[in-house]
């Protein structure tokens, strides 16, 4: 490993799209991460492919994924998850840096609801008011909190 800024990121990780091979292995950390992550089938994350982003271990293993469901005004960050022999590597703050470039090429902001809301904090998230949440059923489950980072406070920060 080697140490960039305050952290350490292991030399060689590469980011990119996910391939249909790559799919058995998405399930797999998904699985792994069961109870932080929904569980998603094997079909609809081939059908969802262009979703996904994966890191990549120098030896081509897919180590992290992240899924960025596209709408213009708000996407959406999915299917957040590192191998727990990779967690703690700066792995997961890459997968959520890539997923901000994509939501942001598009759209203003990038939504999450997740059960780790101060570790989306030290990422530029914020808590989300529940008159902003989405109005569909099921939206925040008991113990998740929604959160979202909004292109306006990149851009502030760059001219900070
Ligand atoms: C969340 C997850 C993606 C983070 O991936 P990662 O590669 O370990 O993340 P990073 O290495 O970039 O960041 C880890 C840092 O966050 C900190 N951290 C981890 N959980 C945290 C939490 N709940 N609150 C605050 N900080 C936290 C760690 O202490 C570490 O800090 P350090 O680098 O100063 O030691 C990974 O733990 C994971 O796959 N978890 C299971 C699935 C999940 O929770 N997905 C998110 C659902 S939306």
């Given at each position: 490993m080697i140490l960039l800024g305050t952290r350490l990121v292991r030399p060689?990780?590469?980011?990119?799209?996910?391939?249909?091979?790559d799919v058995s292995v998405i399930a797999s950390l998904l699985a792994l991460a069961?109870?932080?992550?929904?569980?998603?089938?094997?079909?609809?994350?081939?059908?969802?492919?262009?979703?996904?982003e994966v890191a990549r271990a120098p030896s081509g293993t897919v180590v992290g994924c992240a899924a960025v469901r596209g709408e213009r005004e708000r996407a959406e960050l999915r299917c957040l998850a590192v191998h727990p022999g990779w967690r703690g590597a700066g792995v997961g703050r890459l997968l959520v840096e890539r997923a901000m470039q994509r939501a942001f090429?598009?759209?203003?902001?990038?939504?999450?609801v997740s059960r780790k809301p101060t570790w989306f904090e030290s990422l530029g998230f914020s808590r989300l008011p529940a008159s902003e949440v989405p109005d569909r059923p099921g939206a925040v489950p008991a113990g998740r909190h929604a959160l979202i980072?909004?292109?306006?406070h990149a851009?502030?920060?760059k001219a900070i």
């Amino acid at each position: 490993m080697i140490l960039l800024g305050t952290r350490l990121v292991r030399p060689g990780l590469h980011m990119g799209p996910a391939l249909p091979s790559d799919v058995s292995v998405i399930a797999s950390l998904l699985a792994l991460a069961a109870g932080d992550c929904l569980p998603v089938g094997e079909g609809e994350i081939l059908r969802r492919l262009g979703e996904f982003e994966v890191a990549r271990a120098p030896s081509g293993t897919v180590v992290g994924c992240a899924a960025v469901r596209g709408e213009r005004e708000r996407a959406e960050l999915r299917c957040l998850a590192v191998h727990p022999g990779w967690r703690g590597a700066g792995v997961g703050r890459l997968l959520v840096e890539r997923a901000m470039q994509r939501a942001f090429a598009a759209g203003e902001a990038l939504f999450c609801v997740s059960r780790k809301p101060t570790w989306f904090e030290s990422l530029g998230f914020s808590r989300l008011p529940a008159s902003e949440v989405p109005d569909r059923p099921g939206a925040v489950p008991a113990g998740r909190h929604a959160l979202i980072r909004r292109r306006e406070h990149a851009r502030l920060k760059k001219a900070i």
